[in-house]
């Protein structure tokens, strides 16, 4: 049976793990190991170049890394998956081994913090060109990517105001001039978007979030064409941002409950963005499953689900209501993390756009009083009696 022909929910069990099941084991094992032997110097060799399956050195490959991105791949129907330590760390791989000085990549003003950072401060030290265009703008990007680029980087829903960009259309833009598509599918998750099935040629993810689940294992992947795979993993190998074995192994434990967890957090969500979006307290709220949303009729074309994040603004767009908002909220953690099976909630100045000055998040479109809010897989009723009380402060 073909990985298409069997769920998302089956595929997040048993996807990726039968080849690294060891002595009866049901579960992968970590393997901490950071190099492996051979007895036979002629396969050993035949290892090291690639002509034969099998692992040289923990820097490179690892079993238990092995497993966490073949589930992956099989999630995203990919060719092929690499990963790195971080969300970041696969971010920065795949744009430093795709790209060259002369090289122009377009991409839009709000992608997440660390990424804005790599295209308005790195990018250009290598003499790289970088268009960053109005996110919801389509006819700007087009026109951008018209003009001449080699990379078109998309990131839908984005961090944290969850704009959605039409992924189809701009992935047909970028192919009549022959450019790379990589969209970040963080948010979204394979079981909400395919963007390898719209035209992407690349799909990545901060493993961090949702795809862990737990908040307790950095790590990144990216799946997409083989090629491109390969020149990524190069890099990421020569430039040593590997994923640790025990990272790979509690976000593959983790992602064996993924669609459980973001059927939940999907509902969750669509309930609290109802709610707040009805509460006298609140200025705006954003989230792409709301028909208010500006983004909502794409996201009902190319999204199963509209995730478990969201935003939303206090009437008065005051920071200081934010100060006062954020401490009385019993469930949900004030952290700069998101995904996880708690609620964890925060503004982005000191969460997904800390890194970014305030003149570059204004640029951006991301108010200073803006609050993310990442829903767990807590009962809505306690997480919206929760936000009731600490919003009625206000009302």
Known sequence: MSSQEISKATQCIWAGEESSLIQGATQVPVVHSVGFGYKDVDEWMQVASGEKPGHIYGRNTNP????F???????????????AATGMGIISSMLYALLS????VVSVKDTYGGTNVLFNEFLPKFNIDVSLCNTTDHDEIESEIAKGCDLVYLESPTNP???????ARLSAAAKRIGATVVVDNTFATPINQQPLSLGADLVLHSATKFLGGHA??????????????EKIYHYREINGATLHPMAAYLILRGMKTLALRIDRQNQNAIKIAHFLEGHKAVEQVFYPGLESHSGHAIAKQQMC??????????KGNNFNDVRKFVPRLRYAHAAANLGAVETTIGPPVTTSHVECTAEERAAAGIPESLIRYSTGIEDSNDLIADLDQALNVFA
């Open 161 to 167: 105001t969850t704009k959605v960009m039409d992924i």
């Open 69 to 83: 991105e073949n589930k992956i791949r099989q999630l995203e129907d990919a060719e092929a998956a690499t990963s």
């Open 216 to 229: 307790d294992a950095l790590g990144g992947v990216i799946c997409g064409e083989k090629q491109l795979i």
């Open 305 to 314: 689900g509209f995730g478990g994040m969201l935003s939303f603004m206090i």
């Open 101 to 104: 000085p002369g090289k122009r």
């Open 64 to 67: 238990t890394v092995d497993a």
